[in-house]
């Protein structure tokens, strides 16, 4: 039976980072985040529900929801946050689906990687083998924050904020790597993990994720 992954982590914690690597090695990657977008294309129903929840300002030169925008109305205000979880739809039934149609389409010796930053918090791990949380010192991830996108401290704080703290997730975890070092240091604590998740997976040992 093919491996499912779930990756998971705040922002700037490495996840994406993490991905990349393990989909270069050969596994099949998969970002919720992008799989939702596609959930409110131009002509689907959540596109016309998230332009009545927030205005056409949000709809792009192109027609298309610019994410950018709508990103600015949503990032760090919860109550937003769920007003566009809602009008989307079932993103529930979408991420699982795709974890769903891997467990036919993957072959027996590869992995599929579901890469989602509220994967915990949303029960996705009922349809995985793994849950893998990724973690970084709270100052470092606001310094690679503010970098990556271009925030001022108090926007990279508020995002954070806005986020589960690691520690309360790894409960929940069944591996947690810290991303506190170099991205060198990151990949070769990645392939020494997926290294110890395959020999667990090829004997049947893995713990129920």
Request: charged share 25%; aromatic share 6%.
């Amino acid at each position: 039976m093919s491996l499912v992954i779930g990756i998971t982590g705040s922002i700037a914690s490495g996840k994406s980072t993490a991905c990349q690597y393990l989909q270069s090695k050969g596994a099949t990657h998969c970002d919720a985040d992008k799989l939702v977008h596609r959930m409110y294309d131009p002509e689907k129903p959540a596109f016309h529900r998230i332009v009545k929840a927030f205005g056409n300002t949000v709809v792009g030169d192109d027609g298309f929801i610019d994410r950018k925008i709508l990103g600015g109305k949503v990032f760090g205000r919860p109550e937003e946050m769920a007003r566009l979880t809602e009008a989307i739809g079932d993103i529930f039934a979408e991420v699982s689906g795709v974890m769903k149609d891997w467990r036919q389409s993957l072959d027996s010796n590869e992995i599929g990687l579901m890469e989602a930053v509220n994967f915990i918090e949303a029960g996705y791990g009922q349809f995985s083998d793994v849950t893998w949380l990724f973690a970084a010192d709270n100052e470092l991830a606001m310094s690679r924050l503010m970098a990556r996108n271009n925030l001022d401290q108090k926007a990279a704080k508020q995002g954070l904020a806005s986020q589960p703290k690691w520690e309360d997730r790894a409960p929940a975890a069944d591996v947690v790597t810290h991303n506190d070092g170099t991205i060198e240091q990151l990949e070769q604590k990645v392939e020494l993990e997926i290294s110890q998740i395959l020999s667990k997976h090829k004997t049947g040992t893995l713990p129920t994720s």
